[in-house]
C-alpha cells in the first residue's frame, strides 16, 4: 500500500516545493506597495530563488538514493518553514534577497522524486511516471493564482505565514506515508560523476533542459511584475494570465512523458525546439497582449512536452547513475530560469525594449533544435556500431576496389587477425586455395547481377588452420545504384569430425 502512493504523495510534495519557491515572485505587486526595491534589482529578487534551488537539486537527488524520498521530503519541508517565516517578516530590500535564496529548497526538491520514482515502475513507464510527477510544478500556478487573491484581502504578510501551515502538513504527511523500506544506492557521489561527466548526452540532456525547464521557471517568475508594469494589467488578471501559462505547462508535461513513451524521443524534441523558435520570434515582435498571448502559448505548450520528454530520456540512458544524472539535469533547468529574467531586464533598461532578449531566447532554440537532429542521427551511428561490433558473425567490409576497410571482433575470433593486421589488405589473404579461379569468377559475377552471393567456402585463418565458412556477400549501392562498398558475413561451419581431427 506504501509502495502504492508514493506517486500521488511525492507529486503533491513537489506542487507544495514549487508553491513555496515562487512566493515571493508571486506577491511581489503588493511586496513593493511596502517594501522600496530598486527597479533594475526588482528581476534579481524574482531570480534569487532560482539559483540555490538549482544547485542544491546535485546533492538532494544524490541523498534521496542514499536515505529514500521520505527523509529527505521531510527535511526539506522543516527547513523551508524558516525561511517562509523570515519573508513573512521582511522590511526590506536585503530581507527578501536573504530570505528568497532559502526558497530555493522548494524548487531543488524536484530531483528528490525523478530519483526515487523509478524505482517503483518498469522503464518503458518512466516517461508517463516521471511526467505525472513534473506535473507537481503546477504548485507554481497555484502560489501565482492563489498568492495574489488571498493578499488582496489579509495582506502579503499573512498569506506568507499561510503556507507554514501548508509546509507542517506536509512534512507529517511524508513522516507517516513514506516509503521507510524504499531500495537504497550508496555510490559515492564523486564515484558516480567519475561515471557519467564524459558522456556527452549528460550534457546535451542539460542543455536541452536548460532551455524548456528554462523557459517554464523564467516565465513564471517574470510574467507577473512584467505584464503589471509593460501591459498595465491589474495584478490579479496578470496573476491569473501567468497561472494560465504554468497550467497549461504542467498539463502538457505527463503528455511529453507518454509521447516519449510512445514515440521516438529525439524526434519529439525536433518538434520541440522548432515551437520554442517560433514562439519566441512572436514575442520578439508582437505588438499588442494578443499576439503575446500566442507566443507565450506556445512556448508553454512546447516547454511542458519538452519537459516530459527529457525525464524518459534521463532514465533510459543513466540507469545506475540516475540520482547525479536527475540533479545535474534539473539544475541546469533550474538554472535556466535564473538568467533569463536577469538578461530581459538588463537588456530592458540598456535598449528599452525586450525584443532583444527574445530574439536570443529564439536562436538559442534554434541551436538546440540543431543539436538534437546532430544527436539523432549520431545515435543512430552508435547504435549501427553497438550491433557491429556485438553481433556473433564475423563482418568484413571493403571498398568497390576489394581493400577492407573495417572489420569486427568476431572477424578477429574467428579468423585470428586484428584489424590492424588486415586494414588496406585485400580478403585473399584468407584464402585457402581450395576454390578455382572459375569459383571466384562465377561467384563475382552473380554479386554484379543480383547484389547477394551466399555459399560455402573454405578459407585458412593467421594460424594455418583451414575452416569451413557460410558466406554472404552484398553489394551496397548510393542513390543514384552505383555499388559504393561491399559487405561480407561469414560464420563457422567446419563439420565436428575436421574439427576433432585438427585438435588432434
Do not use: C
Not at 57 to 71: E, Q, T, V
Not at 135 to 144: F, V
Not at 259 to 276: E, S, T
Not at 422 to 432: A, D, I, Q, W, Y
Amino acid at each position: 500500500m506504501i509502495r502504492k502512493i508514493q506517486l500521488p504523495l511525492q507529486t503533491a510534495n513537489l506542487v507544495v516545493g514549487f508553491m513555496v519557491w515562487v512566493l515571493i515572485s508571486s506577491l511581489l505587486p503588493y511586496i513593493q506597495e511596502e517594501i522600496a526595491i530598486p527597479a533594475e534589482k526588482v528581476a534579481i529578487v524574482t531570480a534569487v530563488p532560482v539559483i540555490l534551488g538549482s544547485i542544491l537539486r546535485i546533492p538532494l537527488g544524490y541523498y534521496a538514493n542514499i536515505f529514500g524520498a521520505r527523509i529527505i521530503f521531510l527535511v526539506s519541508f522543516v527547513l523551508l518553514l524558516f525561511p517562509v517565516f523570515y519573508i513573512s517578516e521582511a522590511s526590506t530590500y536585503v530581507d527578501l534577497i536573504i530570505g528568497g535564496t532559502f526558497l530555493g529548497i522548494g524548487g531543488a526538491v524536484f530531483s528528490v522524486g525523478v530519483t526515487s520514482l523509478p524505482k517503483y515502475y518498469p522503464k518503458e513507464k518512466l516517461g508517463l511516471v516521471n511526467g505525472i510527477y513534473g506535473a507537481g510544478n503546477i504548485g507554481t500556478a497555484i502560489s501565482t493564482f492563489a498568492a495574489p487573491v488571498i493578499a488582496a484581502q489579509v495582506g502579503w504578510a499573512m498569506t506568507a505565514k499561510l503556507y507554514l501551515v501548508l509546509l507542517l502538513v506536509f512534512a507529517a504527511l511524508n513522516f507517516l506515508f513514506g516509503d521507510r523500506k524504499e531500495t537504497k544506492v550508496k555510490t559515492p557521489i564523486i564515484e558516480q560523476i567519475k561515471g557519467v561527466y564524459k558522456n556527452e548526452k549528460l550534457w546535451f540532456f542539460s542543455l536541452f533542459y536548460f532551455i524548456t525547464f528554462g523557459s517554464f521557471v523564467a516565465f513564471t517568475v517574470f510574467l507577473p511584475n512584467f505584464l503589471v508594469t509593460y501591459f498595465d494589467l491589474e495584478k490579479v488578471d496578470a496573476g491569473m494570465r501567468t497561472a494560465g501559462f504554468i497550467a497549461v505547462a504542467t498539463i502538457l508535461r505527463p503528455v511529453g512523458g507518454w509521447l516519449g513513451d510512445k514515440f521516438q524521443p529525439l524526434f519529439l524534441l525536433m518538434g520541440v525546439f522548432a515551437g520554442l523558435t517560433v514562439g519566441a520570434i512572436i514575442l520578439a515582435f508582437s505588438p499588442s497582449i494578443g499576439l503575446y498571448t500566442v507566443g507565450s502559448m506556445l512556448i508553454a505548450i512546447t516547454a511542458g512536452i519538452g519537459n516530459g520528454v527529457i525525464f524518459k530520456l534521463v532514465p533510459f540512458y543513466f540507469n545506475k547513475q540516475a540520482g547525479i544524472v536527475n540533479g545535474i539535469v534539473s539544475m541546469m533547468g533550474g538554472l535556466g530560469g535564473f538568467f533569463p529574467p536577469l538578461l530581459l531586464a538588463t537588456i530592458h533598461s540598456m535598449t528599452g525594449s525586450y525584443s532583444i532578449g527574445f530574439m536570443a531566447f529564439s536562436q538559442v532554440a534554434l541551436v538546440s533544435l540543431v543539436l538534437v537532429v546532430w544527436l539523432y542521427y549520431m545515435d543512430r551511428v552508435t547504435t549501427a556500431k553497438e550491433v557491429f561490433n556485438s553481433t556473433g558473425q564475423g563482418i568484413l567490409v571493403t571498398d568497390v576496389s576489394g581493400t577492407i576497410q573495417s572489420v569486427n571482433p568476431a572477424f578477429t575470433r574467428l579468423t585470428g587477425y586484428t584489424e590492424e593486421e588486415v586494414l588496406g589488405r585485400n580478403p585473399n589473404l584468407l584464402s585457402s586455395g581450395r576454390q578455382s579461379k572459375e569459383f571466384y569468377t562465377t561467384m563475382w559475377s552473380q554479386i554484379g547481377q543480383e547484389g547477394l552471393w551466399q555459399g560455402k567456402v573454405w578459407n585458412k585463418r593467421k594460424n594455418g588452420e583451414e575452416y569451413l565458412e557460410l558466406l554472404s556477400i552484398s553489394a551496397v549501392k548510393d542513390d543514384s545504384g552505383d555499388v559504393t562498398r561491399y559487405v561480407g558475413t561469414f560464420s563457422d561451419i567446419t563439420p565436428m569430425d575436421v574439427k576433432g581431427s585438427r585438435s588432434i
